[in-house]
């Protein structure tokens, strides 16, 4: 069967793609290498609990949010139960050296009067920092509809590090911990990261901060349901090998298996590093092949499930960052484990209606476990015993931030392997290519007509990223008047 448009991968960005155009009129065909559909953020269950796995929470879905505008012309709005987090503190920060604990709560406003009150000495430059961040967070395509569409991104290529931005508070090094500590959120250090970049991911939060009821898989769910209502398909363990082309056109893709399918347009949401394996010699121009074979991946992670005996009150409607020293975060995935910082959220609800899954992030390297990679799905010896390792050392950093799960029970453990194979990022980049200084991630158009990119490397990781980016690349296609005159109806 011949289609319109071809997505490959079928994570966040890739089904957005296939609802803009599907809607539009497009015969959209979605084509996925795992089993199942959205395989990053669709979760799972173990011992009764059900356990996100590339989702938690999202910002900037609040009353008066740059993102709602999005949601509400996505249709998810309409099919999903937001959960407010805690108001007074929707991310709290643990200081191991100190024990001191912070949180931060939602709202600009709210946030400024707790840090003034905390660092008075600072006030001034709080609310300049803050009020920077406010002004800036949505002035991104499609969050604010007039944006330029020509140059975004620049900014977060050439612009000041977030490290550099957050100098100014070098006598407070707590506050350049907590102003710091949502670059775990993107996976880029801050000395590399631009606080443009962090400003748009941390701001987004900052307004105003949700969970999903149901969490990942109810988000992929709605996904599912609004594309069965426009008539898009979705096939499952169909890799995409190599793009078609014929007289200088997209024509389709071949499978793994041979199969080759028609389509005049294809756009491609899997990491970009991935695009040169796929595209036959001598189409794209070897510099511009060279440049995504080249782009620098985010970290990796080790992301351990756990069950605790009772529901914990600490995670209650916020996550817990744990930091070992104060100052300026980094993810110390080049440190010994115990060094890191983590994160710590906690997993939807059991049978009973108790939230008693426990989800922990750490930093990791991909070098830390290659050793134990035979391929695809496929571990040495020795792995096992890996795992276990470093799933008793993560507890015990755990317990050490939180010393209510000392009762935790390990259930498992996703490594830098785990992340590479579900969504095939080189490395288990956590999330994907990454937004550094100085590297320009490609455009969504490319050289080849017909050929489109999306995804999380195109704007930002996280659902508001790469709902963003997807509407980038299908505005390139559509046209943005039109996109953008639709969602001005949904504000
Ligand atoms: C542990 C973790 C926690 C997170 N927490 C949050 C959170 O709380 N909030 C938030 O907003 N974001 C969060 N994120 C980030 C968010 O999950 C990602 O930014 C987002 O899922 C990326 O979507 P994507 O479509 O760009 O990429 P992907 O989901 O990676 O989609 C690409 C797809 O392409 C498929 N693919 C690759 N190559 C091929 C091929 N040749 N043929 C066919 N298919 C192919 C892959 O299997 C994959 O499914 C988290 C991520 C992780 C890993």
Redesign the pocket.
């Known amino acids: 069967m011949a289609y319109d448009s071809i997505i490959?991968?079928?994570?966040?960005?890739?089904?957005t793609c296939a609802l803009l155009l599907a809607r539009s009129g497009r015969r959209v065909l979605v084509?996925?290498?795992?089993s199942q559909p959205?395989?990053?953020?669709r979760g799972f269950r173990r011992a009764g609990i059900y356990f996100?796995?590339?989702?938690?929470?999202?910002g900037g879905l609040g009353d008066g949010g740059a993102f709602q505008p999005l949601f509400k012309h996505l249709g998810l709005a309409d099919r999903l139960t937001l959960t407010e987090y805690n108001p007074d503190g929707f991310d709290r920060l643990k200081i191991n050296s100190s024990g001191e604990i912070s949180s931060l709560p939602i709202g600009f406003a709210q946030i400024k009067e707790e840090l003034a009150q905390r660092f008075p000495a600072l006030k001034v430059e709080i609310e300049g920092y803050l009020n920077a961040i406010e002004q800036k967070w949505c002035c991104y395509p499609y969050l604010d509809l007039n944006v330029d569409i020509s140059d975004f991104g620049m900014e977060s290529v050439h612009g000041e590090s977030l490290k550099q931005r957050l100098d100014v508070f070098s006598a407070a090094p707590e506050l350049q911990s907590l102003l710091s500590m949502h670059s775990l959120?993107f996976g880029v250090d801050p000395g590399e990261a631009s606080a443009t970049l962090n400003a748009q991911v941390a701001g987004s939060y900052y307004h105003s901060v949700h969970g999903v009821d149901g969490g990942?898989k109810a988000l992929i769910d709605a996904y599912l349901a609004l594309l069965d209502g426009v008539g898009a398909d979705i096939r499952c363990q169909?890799?995409?090998?190599s793009l078609l082309e014929e007289s200088g056109q997209v024509s389709g893709v071949r499978l793994a298996c041979g199969e080759e399918i028609s389509a005049t347009e294809v756009i491609a949401?899997?990491?970009p590093t991935?695009l040169p394996?796929?595209v036959p010699e001598g189409i794209l121009r070897p510099a511009y092949l060279k440049r995504l074979k080249n782009l620098r991946q985010t970290m990796s992670?080790y992301?351990l499930f756990g069950k605790t005996s009772k529901p914990l009150d600490a995670l209650e409607r916020c996550s817990l960052f744990i930091q070992q020293q104060a100052g300026v975060f980094t993810s110390g995935a080049k440190l010994p484990l115990e060094q890191r910082s983590c994160y710590l959220?906690s997993a939807g609800e059991d049978a009973s209606g108790q939230n008693r899954g426990i989800i922990g992030?750490v930093p990791a390297g991909y070098g830390e476990v290659v050793e134990y990679s035979e391929g695809k799905n496929s571990r040495s010896s020795g792995y096992a015993e890996k795992k276990d390792l470093v799933a008793i050392k993560i507890k015990e950093m755990l317990v050490q931030g939180c010393p209510e799960l000392a009762d935790l029970e390990i259930l498992d453990l996703?490594t830098p392997l785990t992340?590479r194979d579900?969504?095939?990022?080189p490395q288990g980049a956590?999330?994907?290519a990454g937004h550094f200084i100085g590297q320009y991630n490609p455009h969504p158009v490319t050289r080849l007509p017909g050929l489109f990119l999306?995804?999380?490397?195109i704007a930002a990781?996280?659902?508001?990223?790469?709902v963003v980016?997807a509407y980038i690349t299908c505005g390139s296609i559509l046209g943005h008047e039109l996109l953008r005159g639709e969602i001005k109806t949904c504000r």
């Not at 490959?8 to 089904?15: D, E, F, Q």
């Not at 996100?52 to 999202?58: A, I, K, L, P, Q």
């Not at 579900?422 to 990022?425: D, F, H």
């Open positions: 490959i991968g079928s994570g966040l960005s890739g089904l084509l996925e290498q795992h959205a395989p990053v953020v996100d796995s590339g989702f938690h929470y999202v959120l990942g169909a890799k995409v090998e949401t899997q990491n991935l394996q796929i992670a992301v959220t992030i996703a992340l579900y969504s095939l990022a956590i999330y994907g999306s995804g999380q490397a990781p996280g659902l508001l990223g790469t980016a």
